[in-house]
Nanobody
């Protein structure tokens, strides 16, 4: 059974940084993708970034480009979302999601492509 555990959310001031972690279990030796999504109050869920365990290639959403970095430690089945230059608009519940890598070697930010979801971690950017 695939399980995801996200952590690292909290309160941060504008301009600050935060790193989220997502531990994935249950994939065994299969390749997988992990995506980061977020949802702010009253807004649609938004793809932030994702990474493929096959080649560690990444894809970023427009709001994340240049500020956020997705990385992974495959030995620990853990993905990270490093967020820098945070602003008020980054306040949201952040979710990690994952699925087996089957038809492609890279990830994408379509939430419908992800079967497994973590519980979410709240990031609040406030002064």
């Amino acid at each position: 059974e695939v399980q995801l555990q996200a952590s690292g959310g909290g309160l941060v001031q504008p301009g600050g940084s935060l790193r989220l972690s997502c531990v994935a279990s249950g994939f065994g030796s299969d390749e997988y993708v992990i995506g980061w999504f977020r949802q702010a109050p009253g807004k649609e869920r938004e793809g932030v970034g994702c990474i493929s365990s096959f080649d560690e290639s990444t894809v970023y959403g427009d709001s994340a480009k240049g500020r956020f970095t997705v990385s992974s430690d495959n030995a620990k089945n853990t993905a990270f979302l490093q967020m820098n230059s945070l602003n008020f608009e980054d306040t949201a519940v952040y979710y990690c999601a994952a699925d087996y890598l089957i038809a492609s070697v890279s990830c994408d930010l379509d939430p419908d492509e992800y079967e497994y979801w973590g519980q979410g971690t709240l990031v609040t950017v406030s002064s």
